[in-house]
């Protein structure tokens, strides 16, 4: 085996031990057939402005990213979790990402429809789940973790709820209920600061080569999660405005930590606005009741606001259906569509399209005037 300037191994795709530590799988393994001396795997655990931590499963190394890709527009820029190919200690290709969790750039929702849309922000890379945190304070808000839900499920990776600061409440499992009842099937579990059952059964679920990420708002608590799961304080962690209820950015890098355990969590910045990204139109949804409902409409393209024969308006009069889920459900589809449509269409078109329409309903409207 020969050494990089940079004390790193050259490797051959069949030699994988350290890798697999930090999930290499067959997935990657299957996009090379040739072996390159000259070159070695390694996967980004870390970005700085401008450099990245890389590893091979063993130590750590400070590596760039060649001009070469920089100036492809083609190729993908490094993001926490990929893997890539390092020759002369400097990053020249990722591999292809098993999925990426994505959204938008912050303050993108509140642009106007004739600005240009938000570049996407990849969160984290290969991924076998991603932890949604949010705090029984004033963080808890079921219409942010539906956004949450669907972010995650839009780019196919699988959610679990982590609910921190239980001991806040006599009674928290009625707020792990109320979120239950909206995630269908993805876990949720119940953090308190005295009770370490959950921790340790988080510890359990991140077996080795197991990745995921952990997203939330700032002060939900995710650096003090870190620091219980892994066993020892490695994260910052800072107090929760009591005035605002806010918490502050104590995560400032997007790291990929390597736990104890083998797992591996990758850490992020507190995210002030959940900004959805177009996802696979294939991918879970987040409201199935909702959808499971619309099947029995009378109309196929029934938007569930006024139509007739409408089973989820019907639902919601026999309170079955909470008004507000309908309306989280409403404007969260109603944001995808205009994010998809504004992938295949000008921002003109998509202005001209929509006052078309506008214009349609008034004429219409006169047109039952003019005839009474």
């Known amino acids: 085996m020969k050494s990089t300037d940079n004390n790193m191994q050259t490797i051959s795709p069949g030699n994988t031990t350290n890798l697999r530590r930090l999930g290499w799988s067959s997935f990657f393994q299957d996009q090379f057939t040739i072996e390159d001396t000259t070159s070695c795997f390694a996967r980004v655990v870390g970005m700085r402005r401008n450099f990245f931590l890389v590893s091979q499963g063993e130590e750590e190394s400070i590596v760039t990213v060649c001009g070469s890709l920089l100036k492809d527009p083609e190729m993908c820029y490094p993001a926490v979790g990929d893997w890539v190919i390092l020759r002369d200690s400097s990053i020249v290709a990722v591999l292809v990402r098993q999925n990426a969790l994505v959204r938008k750039e912050a303050g993108t929702k509140k642009r106007k429809h004739h600005e240009i849309p938000g570049h996407e922000q990849v969160i984290a890379t290969n991924l076998d789940k991603a932890l949604i945190v949010c705090g029984l304070d004033r963080d808890f808000n079921?219409?942010?973790?539906?956004?949450?839900?669907?972010?995650?499920?839009?780019?196919?990776?699988?959610?679990?709820?982590?609910?921190?600061?239980?001991?806040?409440?006599?009674?928290?499992?009625?707020?792990?209920?109320?979120?239950?009842?909206?995630?269908?099937?993805?876990?949720?579990?119940?953090?308190?600061?005295?009770?370490?059952?959950?921790?340790?059964?988080?510890?359990?679920?991140?077996?080795?080569?197991?990745?995921?990420?952990?997203?939330?708002?700032?002060?939900?608590g995710k650096s003090t999660l870190i620091n219980r799961i892994y066993g020892e304080n490695i994260q910052t962690t800072g107090a929760v405005s009591e005035n605002l209820g806010k918490g502050k950015h104590t995560t400032t890098n997007r790291d990929l930590i390597v736990l104890p355990t083998g797992g591996m969590l990758i850490d992020n910045p507190g995210i002030r606005e959940v900004a959805l990204a177009a996802g696979d139109a294939n991918s879970v949804s987040a409201f199935p009741d909702i959808e499971e409902m619309a099947r029995s409409c009378k109309y196929l393209d029934c938007t569930h606001a006024h139509e007739p024969g409408c089973q989820v308006l019907k639902a919601v009069s026999k309170g079955e259906l909470s008004d507000d889920r309908l309306k989280s459900y409403q404007k969260i589809r109603d944001e995808l569509r205009y994010i998809s449509d504004r992938e295949v269409k000008s921002a003109a078109r998509v202005e001209r399209e929509r006052w078309k329409g506008v214009a349609q309903k008034i004429k219409t409207i006169n047109k039952k005037k003019y005839h009474r």
């Open 142 to 220: 079921l219409r942010r973790i539906e956004r949450y839900l669907t972010l995650v499920y839009n780019c196919g990776v699988k959610p679990e709820i982590i609910l921190t600061k239980a001991d806040l409440h006599q009674d928290p499992g009625v707020y792990a209920d109320e979120v239950e009842a909206i995630a269908f099937g993805a876990k949720v579990h119940l953090v308190s600061a005295q009770d370490d059952v959950a921790i340790n059964r988080l510890r359990t679920d991140l077996a080795s080569g197991v990745t995921a990420a952990l997203i939330g708002s700032s002060g939900a």
